[in-house]
């Protein structure tokens, strides 16, 4: 069983980044959008095991529980728990077709790009779920905790075709610090100051 | 002790260290300026890769250093780029008190540079992408400084610099396929394509240039022209490093023609969507974009001349850029707003910001007598001898340019409305140093040291523009290390 189980494990992997991805998209509850992130990451490490040694592929999950971490603890007040622009019922269908439309180009394009890139079925459409479903977060949100979490899906997909490319121990380790610096970033933009801008100047006028 | 020590590691370490001085603004402004000036200095005598003699001691900076197999190398033909850029570091922290940039400009200005350094220098050049996405993180405090509003500018520029990243890394990936197997004609394809990609988001190509005017206009302008002119220049520098080190690239039938339309094509969108603006940052945001249009014009050229007038806009162009940056920052000290609306009548007011905003984009726009005219005018014309619609497109969006210039500046003369019917005459909105300054009251709102960096930057412009030949033959060497260019 269990090792029925390791057999099907790219199987699973990919059906959970189809459901986090989604969940990602269509959540507006920060709590469990940073839960999903990291079952995201956790799906990610399972599809990098394809290509790297256990080890190096467990830097992708702890830099990515630790974004998420960050991201989590930035967060200002429990009780802003629901994102004040939550979505209404016809944008919420909106995402849900945009998504089914990047599954469908993503499952017709997987085809094509393994001819150019000999690799493992699921870690290519894996990758690409992540990078279109990334992408087309980015270009849905205007909200720093949600732009942060589409950029940490997005590049996580890159990662994930990246490494099997590319097993530099050095690289992996670059990469989870720009993981960790995006992560930080997020933090620092979430404690800023928001609202509309005042036309103050700069501190130290001469 | 190594070149990549003294001019990669040191700046960063330096920011770091000067971030404890922050409180005393002045101070920490002088230590930065006077450190970049002996970065500057030691560039251009300091002994790379040779041996000299001081005395009985013999001194040698070594050009490379490994870390964990990979190198960072600054020889010797580094020289000018390094003097330019500690140049460019030097004058620009110096004036960031004037200017009433935040204090943070300078200990993440000096990391961002030592990051942006080693990312040219850094073999194999992969990394650079991670250099430069690295140096983009650090750039978003100064961006959105703590307790201030930031917009949508900034994330904006975070995801199309952060989107490069993984373009670049990838187009490595292919790029050594390609040298292993040159005939793998897919190979060529893909790295083709995730170089143009990975290039388009960090130069901000058309259309992924929209987050310059609207960081421009949201972020302080003397923080967003520090940014603007290092991360342009770097990231030529890097695409010239490319096309060196690769012929097949070079030898690409179409690549020249297509970075020429490419160019033509920011030129002509960024000059177009100037004439409609409202905003003077704006107008900034569209300038910063010409010029990268106009750099890789001159990179379409593909020949000798090509790369020295691509080489000879820098001077020019970091004088221009800093003295428009300054000015806006000027006017938002004064005024408290770069719009047009705010800004009206603001020659009177602030006369010599006034000026040196006209100075610089009109330079931009490429006015006879200005620093940029002659260096324009010759590559105008080599563009038309290769391709006549790039050089229209050019001449359309210029026209663009000049022409939002000239809305600008009647904006900026014009006295505030007058209303024909007899009614009460709206008050003027009052100026805090007008009301507060407890000097005799002058009939210019600019203090004496900003009227000194911004007659300073006026004089420049004028005096590259009438005495060309003497002034921008100075950056030739920056083309030195690039010796597969023709």
Redesign the interface.
């Known amino acids: 069983m269990p090792a029925q189980l390791m057999e099907q494990l790219p199987l699973i992997a990919m059906v959970v980044l189809v459901i986090t991805t989604l969940f990602l998209l269509l959540s507006q509850n920060w709590q469990l959008n940073i839960l999903a992130l990291a079952v995201q990451f956790l799906a990610v490490f399972a599809l990098t095991t394809l290509v790297w040694p256990f080890g190096l592929a467990a830097v992708k999950l702890v830099a990515g529980w630790m974004a998420g971490a960050v991201l989590g603890a930035s967060q200002p007040d429990p009780a802003l728990v629901e994102d004040p622009q939550a979505v209404g019922s016809a944008t919420f269908i909106f995402r849900l077709l945009v998504a089914v439309l990047v599954w469908v180009l993503v499952l017709t394009s997987t085809t094509v790009i393994t001819e ?1 890139l000999p690799l493992p079925f699921p870690l290519i459409t894996g990758a690409m779920l992540l990078i279109g479903m990334g992408l087309i977060h ?1 270009g849905m949100t ?1 909200r ?1 905790l949600r ?1 942060l979490l ?2 940490l899906t ?2 996580s997909g ?2 994930l ?2 490494a099997a ?2 097993n530099s121990v ?2 992996a380790g ?2 989870a ?2 993981t960790l ?2 992560a ?2 997020g933090a ?2 979430l404690d ?15 | 002790m190594s070149s990549p020590l003294i001019w990669v590691v040191l700046p960063i370490l330096a920011g770091f260290g000067l971030w404890f001085l922050r409180k005393r ?1 002045a101070t920490m402004a002088l230590a930065a300026s006077l450190f970049c000036l002996l970065l500057a200095l030691l560039a251009w005598v300091a002994p790379i890769g040779t041996a000299a003699r001081l005395g009985p001691l013999s001194i040698e900076i070594n050009p490379t250093l490994e870390f ?3 190198r960072l190398v600054l020889d010797a033909s580094s020289r000018t780029i390094l003097i330019y850029i500690y140049v460019l570091c030097a004058f620009w922290f110096a004036g960031s ?7 943070l400009l300078i200990p993440f200005g000096l990391g961002i540079t030592g990051l942006l350094v080693g990312a040219l220098a850094v073999e194999p050049f ?2 650079a992408a ?1 250099l430069v ?2 140096a983009v ?1 650090l750039a ?2 100064i961006f ?9 500018g ?2 904006r520029f ?2 199309f610099q ?2 490069a ?2 373009f670049i ?2 187009a490595g ?1 292919a790029l050594a396929g390609v040298e292993a197997n040159p005939t793998n004609t ?1 190979l060529v394809t ?1 790295s083709t394509v995730f170089l143009g990609l990975g290039f388009a988001f960090w130069l901000a190509v058309f259309p992924f240039y929209t987050w310059i005017p609207l960081l421009a206009e ?1 972020s ?1 302008p003397y923080i967003s022209g520090f940014f603007f002119l290092l991360l342009s220049t770097v990231t030529l520098l890097l695409g010239l490093n490319f096309l060196d080190r690769f012929g097949w690239l070079r030898a690409l039938p179409n690549l020249y023609p297509v970075i020429g339309q490419v160019g033509a094509l920011m030129i002509v969108t960024a000059g177009l969507w100037a004439a409609f603006q409202q905003n003077l940052s704006r107008l900034f945001g569209y300038g910063v974009i010409v010029e990268t249009g106009f750099s890789l014009l001159a990179i379409s050229l593909s020949n000798s001349l090509g790369l020295d007038l691509f080489a000879s806009m820098f001077v020019p162009r970091m004088i221009m850029l800093g003295l428009w940056a300054l000015s806006l920052s000027v006017l ?2 004064r005024v ?2 770069t719009r047009f609306e705010d800004a009206r009548g603001m020659v009177q007011k602030l006369p010599f910001a006034s000026a040196g905003l006209a100075m610089a984009s009109l330079s931009l726009a490429g006015l006879p007598l200005l620093a940029v005219f002659p260096i324009r005018q010759v590559l105008m014309e080599e563009v038309a001898r290769q391709s006549l619609s790039s050089a229209l497109w050019a001449l359309i969006g210029t026209v663009g340019m000049l022409y939002s210039t000239f809305r600008a500046l009647v904006i900026l003369a014009r006295e505030p409305s007058v209303r024909l019917e007899a009614q009460e005459m709206e008050p003027e909105p009052a100026l805090p140093s007008a009301a507060t300054s407890p000097t005799p009251a002058r009939s210019f709102l600019e ?1 004496p ?2 009227v000194v960096l911004l007659l300073i930057g006026i004089s420049g412009l004028l005096f590259i523009g009438l005495f060309p030949r003497a002034f921008l033959p100075i950056t030739a060497g920056l083309i030195n290390r690039f010796t597969q260019l023709p």
């Open positions: 150019i980015l205007t720093p732009v589409g950029l997005t590049l890159f990662e075709l990246y490319v590319e050095l690289v670059l990469l610090m720009v610096g995006l930080l970033v620092y933009l800023a100051l928001p609202g509309e801008p005042s036309g103050d100047t700069e501190e130290g006028s001469a | 603004y964990a197999g990979r008190v004037a200017a009433g940039a935040n204090r992969l990394y991670l996405e690295m993180l978003v405090p959105a400084p703590p307790g201030k509003w930031f917009g949508q900034v994330l975070l995801i952060t989107l990243m993984p890394l990838l990936w897919t893909l949201q302080y938002l000290q408290g707003s203090s040291v900003q």
